[in-house]
């Protein structure tokens, strides 16, 4: 069990609301990262940190945000939830060896 | 031409049968090297690292191979359980200490009985 939660695991929002995800931790490890999953793209970074409060945008970053005020937390943020951001979310968390743990998911509809 | 590219598959194969897979990369400064292993609608789960003079764990092995940029991953006498899909992830470093994780789009395997 590599200590990393997601939340909510399952959610169905309508088009125009904010969603926020949230990534919990209980390794202490220093880098973070969000990724979406979809059907022939595989797994694609959508922001990572670094540190608290030091995050830096990934490949698919447009429409989304995020904040890591405590080394276990790391938040997603859609500011206004759009059907192309219908996806699988996987948060992760990367050791000192390079190796990355993933979140179990959380799977977002948006209508 | 894509970072890191795979075949999707899928390959079926037969119970105890040897099954191989391919992942090649394009940046010739990749550094690290990893096979995960995803069920379907789970997460993605490290399955092994890919060291330079390759490894083994149980029955499976990963070879790198940095003249021609690829890694493999070869799995023996398959199990039904073996079925999924497996990602490569290959990193480089960007600069400072930042290192840029690319993942393949995955293989599918299915092993029948």
Known sequence: DAGITQSPRH???????????????TENHRYMYWYRQDPGHGLRLIHYSYGVKDTDKGEVSDGYSVSRSKTE???????????SQTSVYF???????????????????VL | ?????????????????????????????????????????????????????????GRFTAQLNRASQYISLLIRDSKLSDSATYLCVVTFLLGG??????????????VQP
């Not at chain 1, 997603?76 to 759009?82: G, H, I, N, V, W």
């Not at chain 1, 948060?91 to 509809?109: K, N, P, Q, V, Y």
Request: hydrophobic share 35%; with cysteine.
């Open chain 1, 91 to 109: 948060c992760a968390i990367r050791d000192i060896a390079g190796e990355l743990f993933f979140g179990e998911g959380s799977r977002l509809t």
């Open chain 1, 11 to 25: 959610k169905v929002t309508e088009t125009g609301t904010p969603v926020t995800l949230r990534c919990h931790q």
């Open chain 2, 97 to 110: 200490a930042t290192n840029k994780l690319i993942f393949g789009t995955g293989t599918l395997l299915a």
């Open chain 2, 1 to 57: 031409r894509k970072e890191v590219e795979q075949d999707p598959g899928p390959f079926n194969v037969p119970e105890g049968a040897t099954v191989a897979f391919n992942c090649t990369y394009s940046n010739s400064a990749s550094q690290s090297f990893f096979w995960y292993r995803q069920d379907c609608r789970k997460e993605p789960k490290l399955l092994m690292s890919v060291y330079s003079s390759g490894n083994e764990d």
């Open chain 1, 73 to 83: 937390d790391f938040l997603l943020t859609l500011e206004s939830a759009t059907s």
